[in-house]
């Protein structure tokens, strides 16, 4: 029989008895009740033993992709299903690297049945694919103090993408664009800004386009021609082998390179062009070509979760799969390099016909300031910086433009210095 019932029984019963009772004016008929209400409120007391208490949690993040450096606000919150109050605690469980920077991720509260209390918080985290799961919960009745302990699983995914640096300006001279009308000087002459020649007039040219002082000297109708400016196939090559990135501190390098790398597709794909991104090092991630907001998404989410690796099949440049890239397209290579290896891959591709810019961030940029008291590190790192100074004076000869970054300043400052359009202009 349902406990329920059970109690309708008994206490219906207890509640005849002692109107019963009351009309004889009889003690013993009243007395008779005592036990059935005992017995109604040992099957209240064992149903309420037997129920576990009833305890939703969820939790809310205000959004779930934020850029490196920015806080993200969580919101936990917990409601009481039950029939009776509670005694509730909630405390977060969170991984090692997420920092919290305001609130609290514990609490202890009393819920009524239907009621509902939150916590909320402020939490940052360095670069990567995060998953807030674990949250420890313990519950207590207040008529019977019986104590409930669980993990509670409210699994909340977010991903941190490399801080974007806006950059002035990035020209590019691919040997090969495309159709379509874009931002790179494709050397076709046609429709565009810049003066690109003269041919002879044609009829139904633009009789504005006439030369006219070509005219007076020569008699004939001579048209000016402008450099078309189209789109072009650009990809992007970042160096995650560990060998590659060995420095004082690797890990703070390797992040300004995927910091390059990030901003160098953004701006790439704000000006139209079909961007692509290769990472080398544990294995090859390729991000298909492509153009936009969601090209953009989809680099921003391969470059969160990178990180250097030691392979021997990746230990050199060799293994780089140029069946991915468009024949005579753009390279832009972000490395610190590893050796003369990587200079015979780079040279390689040049002689390929792919026009290759080098963005190479410097492996000791601040902590050669800090060190100079040791002479032996000291000498250490003069040697590093010669052999690194002869790789990029090679680079240079070979026709590679190559842009010595260092990491103390902006990423603009540089690429400004070797790919505005007055420094090209000089080239």
Not at 58 to 82: D, Y
Not at 126 to 149: A, D, K, N
Request: hydrophobic share 40%.
């Amino acid at each position: 029989m349902h406990v329920q019932t059970k109690l309708a029984i008994y206490i219906g019963a207890g509640i005849a008895l002692s109107v019963l009772a009351i009309l004889l004016r009889s003690g013993r008929v009243l007395a008779l009740t005592a036990p059935l209400f005992v017995y109604a409120s040992a099957l209240i007391g064992f149903d309420m033993m037997r129920q576990k208490p009833q305890i939703s949690v969820w939790r809310r993040l205000e959004t779930s992709l934020v850029e490196e450096g920015q806080h993200i606000h969580v919101t936990l919150t917990a409601k009481n299903r039950g029939r009776s109050a509670v005694w509730l605690g909630l405390s977060e469980k969170l991984p090692s690297k997420i920092s919290v920077m305001d609130g609290e991720t514990s609490l202890l509260a009393l819920l009524a049945p239907a009621e509902q209390t939150s916590i909320s918080y402020v939490l940052q985290a360095p670069r990567g694919s995060y998953s807030i799961s674990r949250v420890e919960m313990v519950t207590c009745g207040t008529f019977i103090p019986i104590l409930y302990r669980e993990h509670f699983l409210a699994e909340t995914l977010f991903r941190v993408f490399p801080r974007i640096e806006p950059l002035e300006e990035l020209v590019i001279r691919p040997r090969n664009t495309r159709i379509y009308a874009g931002n790179v000087k494709a050397g076709i002459g046609g429709v565009g800004l810049d003066f690109f020649g003269c041919r002879d007039y044609v009829a139904g040219d633009d009789i504005r386009r006439i030369n006219w002082r070509a005219y007076a000297k020569r008699e004939e109708l001579v048209i000016n021609e402008f450099e078309q400016e189209q789109v072009a196939d650009v990809s992007i090559i970042l160096d995650a082998r560990k060998r590659a990135n060995t420095s004082l501190n690797s890990q703070e390098v390797f992040d300004c390179a995927v910091r390059a790398a990030a901003s160098i597709s953004s701006h790439l794909l704000t000006q139209g062009n079909n961007v692509g991104l290769l990472i080398y090092g544990d294995y090859i991630n390729w991000t298909y070509p492509g153009y936009g907001k969601l090209q953009q998404q989809k680099i921003l989410d391969a470059l969160s979760c990178v990180r250097t690796a030691d392979k021997p099949v990746f230990e050199h440049l060799h293994r780089i799969p140029t069946g991915f890239f468009p024949p005579r397209s753009q390279l832009v290579v972000v490395s610190p390099l590893a050796g003369v290896s990587d200079i015979e891959v780079l040279g390689m591709l040049h002689a390929r016909g792919y026009q290759i810019v080098l963005v190479a961030p410097r492996p000791f940029p601040s902590q050669c300031r800090q060190h100079k008291a040791d002479p032996k590190l000291a000498f250490a790192q003069r040697i590093i910086k010669l052999k690194r100074s002869f790789l990029l004076d090679t680079l240079t000869r070979i026709g590679i433009v190559v842009v010595d970054w260092n990491t103390d300043t902006p990423l603009s400052h540089s690429l400004s210095r070797v790919l505005s359009r007055q420094a090209r202009r000089y080239r």
